[in-house]
């Protein structure tokens, strides 16, 4: 269990996360939603221990800035890809903190081929990073965050550079990844296919939580609306599944079968 | 390799293989010259063991080359070195160890001592160049604002630092027409001032700085990834790219003084390595150091022997050599990842 209490967060003069408080069950996945500035990414800087912070976070009561065994994976937006560097020499680089810099036992060269077998890049393992295409990098990104064998695994918009095909076959992953009681927490700013994949989603803005709870009902909440200065809506398949799109303009309550 | 398991990121075997090669440039490096000595003398001279060199060839050998390979060998891996280092930590594979105003503040330094210097000049030009240098650097890190700064604009800072103080040289320069030759000749390098003295002082520091930089050679890899990757696999970016910077400065203000600009060894050398084993880590940075050592002491073999008796500058050999070489392994290292 993560628990966030009263965290803070200045740059400045600016206070970027204000009174934030949030209790995350393990093996769950939660999405933070919000419109840009919002405070998604500092709240994962701040969870690795980038940033300094007043207030607790705390995973099965442990203080993480003091936990130094905790394995938190982080999956980067834009990651800074080194230029003639191995998928396979990349991916083992997840085993660092696990086994030591510089260290590769055995055992960690199992983990590596294993994990790229399941993130299907066995057989690219010598292809140079900077050569891959976006969703052969996204897998990459995937295959050393499961290496590290986190407890938590953050991922800052795992598929905004993403064709649809590899956005499902993304999150398919992560969600085989959280079956095996990995603690998952994502920003997306797909807020339909957030919730089609997080069982809750957080709505932040300005720096605060406005609502955290069940997906399903946070998505038809005037608090998702209002986040978005109303610029959004929300349609239902006929399954009953719900799509959130852009509007044009501010349109209140625009719900409808499409 | 073993089924269901990737092949090592890295080999020891690797490593011996650099030390090898250096070992063998030293004894080319100490053999051949104007009067070339026999190797089983020279080994037998080295060890203490009876039938060596004696009279002028056993102080040929101990008090004329051997400094001047020990020194050439320090300097070759301090540049290598701090190269592979300075790639590392900026993200980028063009940045050499001059990047953050070492060799201008050198140069500046080194420009001060010959206007200045009246004849006590060699005595005085390593403490100027290396002072040059070493407060040319602290003066990028105070211009970027704070010793944690992000790489880019410790790099923008480094290039204005740099070119501050060339400006300030080429106006001394031009003040004092008298030292335009030799501060030309100081600028294309030059290991012609090796004696003990120079080796002993040189070797301190470089040795010390190399020492950190092996030791942190491993946590490095870290750099080559964002920050947030780096705090995920529990480094601290910020402080490792301190320590980096702060030693590879120390090794390349040390190298520069004791032998003047010499150019090339900090980009080849990283990227031969890198090229030739095919991999980025910096646990390659011990073989770095010695590939380093071993080509800049076949450069001044060459530099000291293709015009004989008259001497190249030997950063003209690196280059003249080191880029075509350079270039092939380049291409190779393309058509690989095709």
Redesign the interface.
């Known amino acids: 269990m993560i628990n966030i209490e009263n965290l803070s967060v200045r740059f400045d003069d600016a206070e970027v996360l204000q009174s934030i408080n949030l209790d995350i069950p393990e093996g769950t996945w939660s999405c933070l939603v919000g419109p840009n500035g919002a405070g998604k990414t500092t709240l994962?800087?701040t969870m690795?221990?980038?940033q300094p912070y007043s207030g607790s976070i705390k995973y099965n009561g442990r203080e993480i800035a003091k936990n130094?065994s905790l394995n938190?994976?982080?999956v980067?937006q834009?990651?800074?890809i080194?230029?003639?560097?191995?998928v396979?020499?990349y991916v083992?680089?997840?085993r660092?903190?696990l086994d030591?810099?510089?260290?590769?036992s055995?055992h960690s060269?199992?983990i590596?081929?294993?994990m790229?077998e399941a993130t299907q890049l066995l057989g690219m393992?010598g292809?140079?990073v900077n050569?891959l295409s976006g969703g052969e990098m996204q897998r990459v990104l995937i295959a050393r965050a499961l290496v590290?064998e986190p407890e938590v695994m953050?991922l800052?918009e795992p598929t905004s550079a993403l064709d649809l095909h590899h956005q499902i076959a993304v999150l398919n992953k992560v969600e085989e990844i959280k079956a095996t009681g990995v603690t998952i927490i994502s920003t997306m700013h797909d807020i339909t296919l957030g919730a089609m994949y997080a069982e809750r989603i957080i709505i932040m803005q300005s720096g605060r939580v406005l609502l955290d709870g069940e997906s399903q009902s946070v998505i038809h909440s005037p608090e998702l609306r209002s986040a978005f200065d109303d610029r959004i809506s929300v349609h239902l398949l006929e399954n009953g599944r719900p799509v959130i799109i852009a509007a044009k303009r501010a349109a209140g309550l625009e719900q409808g079968v499409i | 390799m073993k089924k269901n398991q990737i092949d090592r990121v890295w080999r020891w075997q690797i490593t011996a293989s650099a030390a090898a090669a250096l070992l063998i440039a030293c004894l080319l490096g100490v053999g051949f010259g104007p009067v070339n000595l026999n190797f089983g003398s020279i080994i037998r001279t080295l060890l203490g063991l009876p039938n060596g060199l004696e009279n002028e060839d056993r102080t040929l050998l101990l008090e004329l080359r051997l400094p001047r390979v020990v020194l050439g060998a320090l300097v070759g891996a301090a540049l290598a070195t701090s190269g592979a280092v300075y790639q590392s930590v900026f993200r980028n594979p063009l940045a050499d160890p001059y990047l953050l105003g070492a060799a201008s503040g050198a140069g500046l330094g080194a420009t001060i001592a010959i206007t200045n210097g009246g004849g006590n000049l060699h005595a005085l030009l390593p403490i100027f160049a290396f002072l040059g240098g070493v407060l040319a650097v602290a003066a990028t890190f105070l211009v970027a604002g704070r010793l944690f700064a992000d790489p880019s604009t410790l790099l923008l800072a480094g290039i204005a630092v740099g070119s501050f103080a060339t400006a300030f040289q080429t106006y001394l320069q031009q003040r004092n027409s008298a030292a335009l030759r030799p501060v030309y000749s100081w600028i294309l390098g030059e290991l012609t001032v090796a004696n003990w003295d120079v080796v002993k002082w040189a070797g301190f520091y470089i040795l010390i700085a190399l020492f950190v930089l092996i030791r942190i050679s491993k946590v490095l890899d870290a750099l080559m990834l964002s920050d947030e990757e780096a705090y995920s696999l529990g480094v601290s970016p910020q402080k490792i790219r301190f320590i980096a910077v702060a030693a590879a400065t120390l090794a390349t203000a040390t190298a520069v003084s004791a032998s003047g600009l010499i150019g090339f060894v900090g980009i080849v050398v990283p990227h031969l390595v890198r090229g030739l084993t095919k991999r980025a880590t910096n646990r390659s940075l011990l073989s770095i150091a010695f590939v380093g050592a071993a080509f800049l002491v076949i450069a001044d073999l060459g530099a000291r022997t293709l015009l004989s008796p008259a001497e190249l500058p030997i950063g003209v050999i690196t280059a003249f050599v080191g880029a075509p070489f350079f270039l092939f392994v380049l291409r190779a290292r393309n058509r690989g990842s095709q």
Request: aromatic share 4%; net charge positive; glycine share 10%.
């Open positions: 994962l800087r690795l221990g980038m130094k938190i994976a982080f980067p834009r990651p800074s080194p230029a003639a560097m191995s396979a020499e083992m680089l997840g660092a903190k030591g810099w510089g260290k590769e055995a060269r199992n590596v081929h294993e790229l393992q292809q140079l050569t590290q953050l800052d």
